[in-house]
């Protein structure tokens, strides 16, 4: 190996302060490099690789000395992995598996067995990768997808391409589904190259090692770099002829967007007819290569070959016949041409299941394509949540950059369709796939929140996230939409800027959440501002922002939303939160009171239109949300103070006192009205719900 610490195609990120902090602690170092190799995407995605780590403990029943392997569970992420997620095994008792195994029909046996070596009782789930790094010797163990890697793993000559590259300081092993078996050849070449450095496991992976942490993540950088320059000078001698040159050009970026986000929403209807999808969209060089060439149509149908890959991309893509430029306005012509494109593809898909099917094989899975191609446009991808659709994204990416590769290379080849099959329906895959916990209430929805960059609005999104939807936050404020978007998590959360008053500013918004997340399924209209004067100090400039915002606001959102609602054909829910000075008469409120009264009212009008659609309309009154509420900052409190005959200060107790409950409303309490139309009351349209702590002279009926 070498010294250097200074590489071209992958991340050097090992700290020797924070290696220094962790002391002679193997498996924090273990975790440490685990992390880090798991932060550059070229070296193994998410999900995706599996490491492992060998140490001396004290067995617990003899206080004798034994071998124990820390490795990656079941499931896991080795850019996230922490303690929690790892296994600890008794090395020796994993072995002794050996003894009992009893050939390839006996893999799934063994998985089971993999219990009775555990040696940490916290331990995580062991990995169908398990023995293949107990059943080498080495201390530290990285088992890794880079697209280079597996770009040598799929060429045609990919054995006699390895040893081109390294020569004898590289093992090969050929095609085999992960399990035991492939652990003993692994063993075994080993035992045939004493001395290597690696292996590489055709249309697989890596695995490399060494004798600390340290050591094996230096190997294995090494490794990859060395793959990735042997890679890119064939790639550059090919020029412009990469991937058999350019057929397609594409769009300026705007106008890719510009037309990704017409289409999503049609295509997120399409790819939610087995369950409902969340969407990404990618348009990266890499991407705009790939689909633009005139070798797509050959590579694309063949399928991913690592199974990292095609686990979570499907076995192909659909690749749509649009031109470009295509007109998009007609929507009926454009679904009629996707219709039959999703139709072939469904049908492609049940030809693959009946043709492979074994007599134990899962029932037949969602038919519908994970990852589309639009050539000039990008790539889409649909999945059961954000952060899947968009790893899918990454896979396929990575499985562009292997087919690359090897087309650089010699010649690329993907799995034999059995074998794909086989691991697609792997009876351990489903029953991976049957533990997984149940999903959120609002998992798979789409939720744009207008007035979200604080109070109520902020409360409604974060209820809303909490039950699982993804949510596109919207307001006129980008300072206050950054500081709300910072507080959650990767794959929660997007934001636009949008003035409801400007129906340009409202579709850009709606364009962004289709663009983000494929559509949108409940969209809440929690804008407001709030004016308190007597009649004769009511200006007219006051009531044009009170109409313009509630009312014309609503009205400009609403079509929209029916807009995307219904080229997804998947119906949705459209909330108004309201008041209840709609329904009460009081002083001093001409121009809100009237402004509530017609979002009201305009919300009873759209239910009746839209319920053909399955399009819900709702309405939230909230009344005296004081504190947490941003209407209620300056002179609207001050107003309603007047109009009392108290002081602001007073405002919260005063409210309180008068309902039924003598409750203090909060943003909260809306949130979980909004929620109950949404999440709850799933059959109900049309309704008013009153969130007021019981207002008698509010009750609707």
């Known amino acids: 190996m070498t010294s250097t610490t200074t590489f071209k195609y992958v991340d050097y990120l090992w700290?020797?302060?924070?290696?220094?902090?962790?002391?002679?602690?193997?498996?924090?170092?273990?975790?440490?490099?685990?992390?880090?190799?798991?932060?550059?995407?070229?070296?193994?995605?998410?999900?995706?690789?599996?490491?492992?780590?060998?140490?001396?403990?004290?067995?617990?029943?003899?206080?004798?000395?034994?071998?124990?392997?820390w490795v990656k569970g079941s499931g896991g992420d080795i850019g996230t992995l922490t303690r929690k997620g790892i296994a600890g095994l008794y090395t020796e008792r994993l072995r002794d598996l050996k003894k009992v195994y009893g050939g390839m029909a006996d893999e799934d046996r063994m998985v089971g067995l993999f219990n009775h070596c555990i040696y940490d009782l916290d331990s995580k789930a062991p990995s169908i990768d398990t023995p293949l790094h107990g059943l080498l010797p080495f201390k530290?163990?990285?088992?890794?997808?880079?697209?280079?890697?597996?770009?040598?793993?799929?060429?045609?000559?990919?054995?006699?391409?390895?040893?081109?590259?390294w020569g004898d300081t590289m093992g090969w092993v050929p095609w085999q589904r992960p399990g035991f078996d492939l652990g003993l050849q692994l063993e075994k070449c080993l035992a045939d190259n004493p001395g290597i450095r690696g292996i590489v496991l055709g249309s697989h992976g890596l695995f490399t090692w060494g004798d600390t942490s340290y050591e094996s993540y230096m190997n294995s950088l090494e490794v990859i770099e060395m793959a990735s320059?042997?890679?890119?000078?064939?790639?550059?001698?090919?020029?412009?002829?990469?991937?058999?040159?350019?057929r397609?050009?594409?769009?300026?970026?705007?106008?890719?967007?510009?037309?990704?986000?017409?289409?999503?929403?049609?295509?997120?209807?399409?790819?939610?007819?087995?369950?409902?999808?969340?969407?990404?969209?990618?348009?990266?060089?890499?991407?705009?290569?790939?689909?633009n060439s005139k070798d797509i149509d050959r590579l694309a149908p063949m399928g991913t070959s690592c199974p990292d890959h095609f686990l979570r991309t499907k076995i192909q893509p659909l690749v749509l016949d649009l031109d470009p430029k295509e007109d998009l306005s007609d929507r009926a012509v454009i679904l009629k041409k996707l219709e039959g494109a999703f139709a072939d593809y469904r049908a492609g898909y049940h030809k693959y299941y009946e043709d492979h099917k074994r007599d134990n094989s899962p029932a037949v899975r969602d038919p519908n394509p994970v990852i589309i191609l639009y050539p000039g446009i990008g790539l889409f991808s649909f999945a059961k949540n954000k952060q899947t659709s968009r790893v899918a994204s990454e896979f396929y990416i990575n499985a562009i950059n292997v087919m690359r590769g090897a087309e650089a290379i010699t010649e690329y080849t993907a799995l034999p369709r059995q074998e794909a099959f086989d691991i697609e329906y792997w009876l351990l895959e489903e029953a991976k796939l049957q533990r997984m916990p149940a999903e959120q209430t609002l998992s798979r929805k789409v939720a744009l929140v207008t007035g979200a960059g604080g109070g109520i609005g902020k409360a409604i999104a974060d209820k809303l996230v909490a039950e699982g939807a993804v949510v596109v936050l919207s307001d006129i404020n980008e300072d206050s939409l950054k500081e709300a978007n910072a507080t959650y998590k990767r794959?929660?959360?997007?934001?636009?800027?949008c003035d409801v008053t400007d129906a340009t500013s409202i579709k850009d918004a709606f364009d962004a959440a289709a663009l983000e997340f494929g559509g949108v399924d409940i969209v809440v209209h929690s804008a407001g501002l709030a004016i308190s004067k007597p009649l004769e100090e009511h200006t007219e400039k006051d009531w044009?922002?009170?109409?313009?915002?509630?009312?014309?606001?609503?009205?400009?959102?609403?079509?929209?939303?029916?807009?995307?609602?219904?080229?997804?054909?998947?119906?949705?829910?459209?909330?108004?939160?309201?008041?209840?000075?709609?329904?009460?008469?009081?002083?001093?409120?001409?121009?809100?009171?009237?402004?509530?009264?017609?979002?009201?009212?305009?919300?009873?009008?759209?239910?009746?239109?839209?319920?053909?659609?399955?399009?819900?309309?709702?309405?939230?009154?909230?009344?005296?949300?004081?504190?947490?509420?941003?209407?209620?900052?300056?002179?609207?409190?001050?107003?309603?103070?007047?109009?009392?005959?108290?002081?602001?200060?007073?405002?919260?107790?005063?409210?309180a006192k008068r309902n039924l409950l003598n409750e203090i409303i909060r943003p909260d309490?809306?949130?979980?009205?909004?929620?109950?139309?949404?999440?709850?009351?799933?059959?109900?349209t049309g309704n008013i719900i009153n969130v007021d702590g019981g207002m008698a002279n509010a009750f609707v009926r």
């Open 15 to 69: 700290d020797e302060a924070h290696a220094a902090s962790l002391g002679d602690d193997q498996v924090a170092l273990f975790l440490y490099r685990s992390n880090i190799l798991g932060a550059d995407l070229r070296i193994t995605n998410y999900g995706g690789g599996n490491t492992s780590c060998k140490t001396m403990e004290k067995d617990p029943l003899t206080g004798k000395e034994v071998e124990v392997m």
């Open 140 to 165: 530290h163990i990285d088992h890794l997808h880079p697209d280079a890697l597996i770009a040598v793993a799929a060429a045609k000559d990919s054995e006699k391409v390895t040893k081109e590259i």
């Open 544 to 655: 044009d922002i009170l109409q313009n915002v509630l009312v014309k606001g609503q009205f400009t959102l609403a079509q929209e939303s029916v807009r995307v609602m219904r080229d997804q054909g998947t119906g949705g829910d459209f909330i108004s939160i309201a008041s209840k000075n709609g329904l009460v008469s009081g002083p001093n409120n001409v121009g809100y009171g009237t402004a509530k009264a017609a979002q009201q009212h305009m919300s009873r009008l759209l239910a009746a239109e839209l319920g053909k659609d399955h399009i819900r309309v709702n309405v939230v009154n909230p009344d005296g949300v004081i504190i947490g509420s941003k209407i209620w900052e300056g002179a609207w409190a001050e107003g309603r103070a007047k109009a009392y005959g108290i002081t602001v200060e007073e405002l919260p107790a005063h409210y």
């Open 229 to 246: 320059q042997y890679i890119e000078d064939r790639v550059k001698a090919q020029g412009d002829k990469v991937f058999g040159g350019q």
């Open 248 to 291: 397609v050009k594409s769009l300026a970026p705007d106008a890719r967007k510009k037309q990704a986000s017409k289409l999503m929403p049609l295509l997120r209807g399409l790819t939610s007819s087995h369950a409902r999808q969340v969407g990404t969209f990618q348009d990266t060089d890499v991407v705009l290569q790939f689909i």
């Open 669 to 684: 309490d809306i949130a979980d009205g909004v929620f109950a139309c949404v999440g709850v009351l799933t059959k109900t």
């Open 491 to 497: 794959d929660q959360s997007a934001y636009a800027v």
